[in-house]
């Protein structure tokens, strides 16, 4: 069984700093891109980033670039989202997703989330 | 960045009726569209990817159809666990990845 479990969200204050982490099993990870997606409180979906399956190519929305940091380790099964420079806006549930294989950029597995809240 | 809009915003429908949801892309997207169904609490799921296909598990209820810029996710015979809010997902130029803003979906 494909499983994906985010660990790391938590309250921080503005400025602030936040590693989250998605552990994942029942599945070859090292084959897949993966992706995080966030959804402010009461608000729609927003993807953040992803990365390939090698870790050789890394995309951000506009609006995290130079703040978050995505990687993966292939050996311990695992992607992470380095959070700096947080803000308000940054509130938000944040989802570990993972890509289908092949040639669609869509996501078939997802984590049950994790609850960042950016607040002084 | 490609702009996804769905309609309408809420959906009422009565169980056992269809339920019909649209997203419009603001550029062509050939056909890399995907819907995702989003129950309360709960991470969302994948219910079709290029614009008409069933991901697994997902009956055969759900049909999505559509290409280019204009796209209907239609599910028949409501059934009460279908109410959630429905997402459209464009994938066709990226980054970034967009989706459409929800289309709650009540079942009375």
């Known amino acids: 069984e494909v499983q994906l479990v985010e660990s790391g969200g938590g309250l921080v204050q503005p400025g602030g700093s936040l590693r989250l982490s998605c552990a994942t099993s029942?599945?070859?990870?090292?084959?897949?891109?993966m992706n995080w997606v966030r959804q402010a409180p009461g608000k729609g979906l927003e993807w953040v980033a992803n990365?390939?399956?090698?870790?050789?190519?890394?995309w951000y929305v506009d609006s995290v670039k130079g703040r978050f940091t995505i990687f993966r380790d292939n050996v311990k099964n695992s992607v992470s989202l380095q959070m700096n420079s947080l803000r308000p806006e940054d509130t938000a549930v944040y989802y570990c997703?993972?890509?289908?294989?092949?040639?669609?950029?869509?996501?078939?597995?997802w984590g049950q989330g994790t609850l960042v809240t950016v607040s002084s | 960045e490609i702009v996804m809009t769905q309609s309408p915003a809420t959906l009422s429908v009565s169980p056992g009726e269809r339920a019909t949801l649209s997203c419009r892309a603001s550029q062509s997207l050939g056909s890399n569209l995907a819907w995702y169904q989003q129950r309360p609490g709960q991470a969302p799921r994948l219910l079709i990817f290029?614009?008409?296909t069933r991901a697994t598990g997902i009956p055969a209820r759900f049909s999505g159809s559509g290409s280019g810029t204009e796209f209907t996710l239609t599910i028949s015979s409501l059934q009460s666990e279908d109410s959630a809010v429905y997402y459209c997902q464009q994938y066709y130029n990226w980054p970034p990845i967009t989706f459409g803003q929800g289309t709650r979906l009540d079942i009375k």
């Open positions: 990365i390939k399956q090698d870790g050789s190519e890394k």
């Open positions: 997703a993972r890509d289908q294989l092949g040639d669609d950029d869509t996501f078939d597995h």
């Open positions: 290029r614009a008409s």
């Open positions: 029942g599945f070859t990870f090292r084959s897949y891109w």
